[in-house]
């Protein structure tokens, strides 16, 4: 009876650690609840991973967003409508309301189907612009499936993203093969704005471009836009770190394109495929939902860092060019667990010490001996400077695909006391000075001692009285 007992309690911890770190109430919302059937691998996937799915209709009478001021769900996942708007309680305000609130949301588009209304003003305020009818088709003459698309070729296969940048983490394309392709049906591309907040995670190719294929059935006069400038996957990462992703394709998260192979064509040879479709939507919808790429800040000390001093943790208040040590420790969410941060290549992770602008910017270097299994330290040690005031020790660290990070600890800087000044004596430099003082002070006195104690010039001389 207790082994049973202790393995219920190990499968319930099990259990329990494998959600988002933000909350495991998702909400779907779809045509009907029958559609589900198509997307039984993706929710069952979603399901698997701690998350408690709840179904609704766009204009359902009891969906609301928020109850009594707080999210009544942590997640929201809109897939293809044929409605035009999605109702009174899904509109463009309510959904920024619920990003306010660091709510996450995964759009899923399909070009047989026109976008919302509601979704497509919500794309304008994160500045992702569709095409004008709200629809659109991606094709590519050159990168599509030979076995499903033999005359549209609107099935793309693209190769699995890369690393941004080197100092960006590759959260999408980790664990593909070379040979391994992602099938894009029939989807939506978008155009993406100048925001720093914006990140294609999923570019078109070269030869890719969209149309509508309902007005330009016969020949293709004008396009939305074609190549790089379609984004097919897009994120968007808010100040408060809630999330927002936009992917192109809701076809390509169903069941029939999970672990399925495809046709490449190329150089007139069909060439077979695996698709990596289910972990790639895994990926998405892990970052979408705060599963990765979520940093913590377990704990920040700074402290003084000299010979004798008390060295107390966190005072309010340092003495002008004192020695000083900060160290903060950071944590990684990675799907189950808090593991240790570790920077990317060619990355630095820097401390300002700052008043109105930055009196220092130090690189914080990894600390070990403050480091642990769950979380890795950094420190960096610093002189402050000659000028007292009110200061703040600053870690601003924001990069894509990564929550922001940023503290901010205020302490106030004095300058020395009467008592602290260094004497006279210790400085060489006034060493002359005082040595011109010594002289003077000396030579006085050896005036007064001969002043004073020396006899009068010659002897007495003797007067006469008269009678």
């Known amino acids: 009876m207790r082994s049973l007992f202790s393995l219920f309690l190990f499968l319930f911890a099990a259990v329990a650690t494998a959600i988002s770190a933000s909350g495991n109430r998702l909400l779907a919302i779809l045509d009907n609840v029958a559609e589900k059937e198509n997307y039984s691998k993706f929710f069952g996937d979603l399901e698997s991973r701690g998350f408690q799915i709840s179904v609704e209709a766009p204009k359902s009478e009891s969906l609301a967003l928020f109850h009594l001021g707080e999210r009544s769900y942590d997640h929201i996942i809109f897939f293809p409508t044929k409605a035009k708007g999605l109702g009174p309680n899904l509109t463009p305000n309510l959904l920024v309301d619920f990003m306010n609130a660091q709510g996450n949301i995964l759009i899923a588009l399909s ?48 190769a699995p993203p890369s690393a941004l940048r080197p100092d960006v983490k ?58 790089e400038q379609l984004s097919l996957v897009s994120a968007f990462q808010a100040r408060n770190s809630a999330r927002f992703t936009l992917v192109g394709s809701a076809e390509m998260l169903q069941d029939k394109w999970f672990d399925a192979e495809v046709s490449k064509a190329a150089a007139g040879e069909k060439k077979m495929a695996k698709t990596f479709n289910r972990e790639f939507a895994k990926r998405v919808s892990g970052w979408t939902f705060n599963e990765i790429g979520v940093l913590r800040v377990n704990w920040i000390e ?54 109105l602008s930055p009196f220092h910017r130090l690189p ?46 205020t302490v106030s800087v004095r300058h020395m006391a009467h008592n602290e000044w ?33 006899a009068p010039v010659g002897g007495k001389r003797e007067t006469k009285k008269t009678q």
């Open 302 to 355: 700074h402290h003084l860092d000299e010979a004798g001093a008390t060295n107390e943790s966190n005072p309010n208040i340092y003495r002008i060019k004192n020695d000083v040590k900060y160290t903060i420790s950071l944590s990684e969410y990675a799907w189950t667990a808090w593991n240790p941060f570790t920077l990317p290549g060619d990355d630095a992770l820097q401390l300002e010490f700052s008043m």
């Open 422 to 454: 260094p004497r006279s004596f210790v400085i060489s430099g006034a060493w002359p000075w005082i040595a011109g003082l010594g002289v003077t002070v000396a030579g006085w006195l050896a005036f007064c001692a001969l002043w004073m104690y020396s």
């Open 170 to 227: 590759d959260f999408f394309g980790t664990g593909a093969g070379p040979d391994d392709a992602i099938a894009f049906p029939r989807g939506v591309g978008a155009v993406l704005g100048s925001s720093e907040l914006l990140t294609p995670v999923l570019r078109a190719p070269r030869t890719a471009y969209s149309y509508n294929p309902k007005e330009q059935a016969e020949a293709v006069d004008d396009l939305f836009a074609a190549g």
């Open 111 to 158: 070009s047989d189907l026109p976008t919302p209304n509601s979704l497509v003003s919500l794309l304008a305020e994160l500045d992702i612009q569709l095409p004008a009818d709200r629809t659109g088709l991606v094709v590519d003459h050159f990168h599509y499936d030979a076995s499903s698309a033999p005359d549209k070729h609107d099935v793309l296969l693209l």
């Open 364 to 409: 914080l270097a990894l600390d070990a001996a403050h480091s642990s299994d769950s979380a890795s330290a950094y420190s960096a040690s610093l002189k402050l400077p000659d000028q007292h005031g009110i200061f703040n020790f600053a870690v601003n660290y924001k990069r894509p695909f990564l929550s922001n990070l940023e503290e901010k600890n």
